[in-house]
């Protein structure tokens, strides 16, 4: 029988004399989750005691709060495939995902994403979880993806990412050479009209910042580092294309397919504050195979 998810406190002076859903609040679990708690099979416990949201807390008390059990929703399929794991605790899994792989299911793609790999590691290590997936990567990126294992460090993570404090960092070959060693580029993203999955920088889209700074220019291309303000749907793709420079291998957006058959885009880097041990985590992963060859050629020439 898999564990619940669950949280553990002692109560210090300064938080003694609070109510139960006050503490809770202040350690950011939403109203929510409580009646979540309350109805779907979690509970409460102060000293081994089941108590309610309305008891008060004193200097001491151990309170424990243990979620409901999570139930993968019957279309997501457990899959025994391989994960790269760079790093995992009871609250976060760090993978390097292979380009080729979506994060998530698609229509075109039911089988073999990464959350279909997820849900099938749970049940082979009794993790009572369904996929949380808090950064999600193209189909053909490659590299770094940080995953929940439960709905709540989800939602904290989602706080962390509107503030900006979830820092990725990207690595890529744009097509030609830029002139400028470092920028910025701010170009609103939206849909394309006649398209479902393209987009392009328009007037009326969202909002988006990508800073590149270049590691080195060849022949042909240039290899960028590129970190995001914002996580537009295909932003980086975009605003390179927009500047004249499509990735190499992104045939949506112009790129030249020669050198490799998908975007050569990967998430290098990841960096964040651990949301409850507060230590300040950086996990890399280095070039994959594909991008790699293509640098070697071309020193070779």
Not at 120 to 135: D, E, L
């Amino acid at each position: 029988m898999a564990s619940q998810f669950e949280l553990n406190w002692e109560i210090d002076q300064l938080s003694s004399g609070l109510l139960i859903k006050d503490f809770l609040k202040k350690e950011e679990i939403s109203r929510t989750a409580l009646t979540d708690i309350k109805f779907k099979g979690g509970s409460i416990l102060v000293n081994d005691k089941e108590v309610n949201v309305r008891y008060k807390l004193h200097t001491g008390d151990g309170l424990k709060v243990i979620f409901p059990p999570e139930i993968p929703s019957e279309g997501m399929k457990g899959e025994d495939i391989p994960l790269s794991i760079l790093y995992e605790d009871e609250f976060i899994l760090v993978v390097n995902k292979p380009a080729k792989m979506n994060t998530i299911p698609s229509r075109e793609h039911p089988e073999g994403s990464l959350a279909n790999a997820l849900v099938g590691y749970y049940n082979h290590t009794g993790i009572q979880a369904t996929s949380h997936i808090v950064t999600r990567l193209d189909r053909d990126t490659s590299g770094i993806v940080l995953i929940a294992k439960h709905r709540h460090v989800h939602h904290l993570f989602s706080q962390m990412q509107q503030q900006g404090k979830v820092r990725r960092t990207y690595e890529a070959f744009a097509g030609g050479l830029l002139e400028k060693d470092n920028g910025t580029i701010k170009e609103p993203i939206g849909r394309r009209e006649e398209s479902i999955i393209e987009r392009e920088v328009r007037i009326d889209g969202q909002y988006a910042c990508t800073h590149y700074q270049v590691i080195q220019r060849y022949a042909t291309f240039t290899h960028l580092e590129l970190r995001l303000e914002t996580g537009r749907t295909h932003q980086i793709r975009v605003h390179m294309s927009f500047l004249g420079h499509p990735l190499l291998g992104d045939d949506l957006y112009g790129g030249d397919t020669s050198f490799i058959s998908r975007q050569a885009l990967h998430c290098k880097k990841i960096q964040f504050l651990h949301p409850f041990t507060k230590e300040e985590m950086t996990f890399l992963a280095s070039l994959p195979e594909d991008m790699n060859s293509i640098l070697k050629a071309d020193q070779l020439e």
